[in-house]
């Protein structure tokens, strides 16, 4: 079946963006995690309908694919034993900034640090603020949900997204900022919609389960997919673009997002405050009516 798959694909995409050479995919055999998985196939993609072909030829084949953007994922998401498909380097790059910086469009190659420089004039700048934001890729850090220091749950991704495009692990498109688009897959993807619908009913019912998902996601949690969705939304629509937001491509490949963004402020201020501890609670305690971005709690042993 790999064969015959790795056989489709070469029908599909060219050859340099194959790669079967066995120590140039131990090259990819890593992110920034402690796993080590070298890929069979490392596939370099650099447009959706390449996209396409490869979810095509992975279904009807059953190989299993697994994206990279950056790779500079901590848990192992961007590596796999399977095919690791990856953005090319000069691809997925374009992005269109809205409403005088309200909201930018992107696609998933862009740096988030790029992506910032593209607001900068606007004195704007996108929600998610992953350490790594030098480094990580729109992809990424949509498909991770990534947060930061600062942006907590208020400003991640699932929070200030207002529309994706994602080719769904079916081959489907779903884009969620495209109306005619939307309404064609409303009629076709009926089925799924309806079990969206359903999952969300039986979750609405479960008071206890609700209690649990809504402690859950209250705080900084970007593990497992976005289940407060369920609460959060009733247009199955909307559930299905939140939870494309965390899902780390098992769901499909984002291929364009619309990001509101958050003010990016001329002064910023830091203030290391020291003392003992019950001191410092009853500080943070007055200080969160202000607008205070973060507040973290360091112990001693951070100073030695
Ligand atoms: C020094 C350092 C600091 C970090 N700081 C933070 C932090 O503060 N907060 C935080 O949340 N994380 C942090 N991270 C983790 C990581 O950097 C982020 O999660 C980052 O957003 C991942 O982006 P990436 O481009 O490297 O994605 P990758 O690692 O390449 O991929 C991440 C996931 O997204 C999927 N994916 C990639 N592209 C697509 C696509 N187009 N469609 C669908 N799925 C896709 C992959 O399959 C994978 O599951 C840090 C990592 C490092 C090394």
């Known amino acids: 079946m790999f064969e015959l798959f790795v056989n489709a694909i070469k029908g599909s995409i060219s050859k340099d963006q194959i790669i079967e050479d066995e120590l140039l995919r131990y090259a990819y055999s890593t992110d920034a995690s402690l796993y080590r998985m070298v890929p069979k ?10 996209v396409l072909d490869i979810i095509k030829a992975a279904n009807d084949f059953d190989v299993k694919l697994t994206f990279r953007a950056a790779g500079t994922s901590v848990s192992g998401q961007a590596v796999t034993d399977q095919v690791l498909v990856m953005l090319a380097k000069d691809g997925w790059l374009k992005h269109t900034v809205i409403d005088n910086g309200a909201e930018i469009k992107l696609e998933p190659g862009i740096i988030g640090a790029d992506a910032n420089s593209y607001l900068k004039n606007f004195k704007r700048k996108i929600g998610p603020d992953p350490g790594s934001i030098h480094a990580a890729k729109i992809g990424g850090i949509v498909a991770n ?62 008071s206890d389960l609700v209690s649990f998902i809504r402690k859950k996601f209250s705080i900084k949690n970007t593990s497992g997919y976005s289940l407060n969705a369920f609460l959060d939304f009733e247009d199955p629509i909307k559930i299905l673009e939140r939870l494309m937001v965390g899902s780390e491509g098992t769901l499909g490949f984002i291929s364009n997002v619309n990001l509101r963004t958050v003010p990016d402020y001329d002064f910023k201020a830091l203030n290391l405050i ?10 943070t305690v007055k200080i969160a009516g202000f607008d205070v971005s973060s507040v973290e709690l360091l112990g001693g042993f951070s100073f030695k």
Request: charged share 25%; glycine share 8%; proline share 0%.
């Open 274 to 283: 020291y003392g003992k501890l019950s001191d410092l609670v009853d500080i």
């Open 41 to 50: 196939l490392v596939l370099v993609i650099k447009k959706e309908s390449e």
């Open 145 to 206: 949900n990534s947060s930061g220091m600062c942006c907590g749950t208020a400003k991640n991704s699932y929070a200030t997204i207002k529309s994706i495009r994602a080719i769904l692990a079916d081959g489907s498109i779903l884009d969620t900022g495209n109306e005619k688009l939307l309404s064609a897959f409303k009629t076709n993807k009926h089925d799924l919609l309806s079990g969206i619908e359903h999952i969300r009913q039986k979750i609405v019912q479960d």
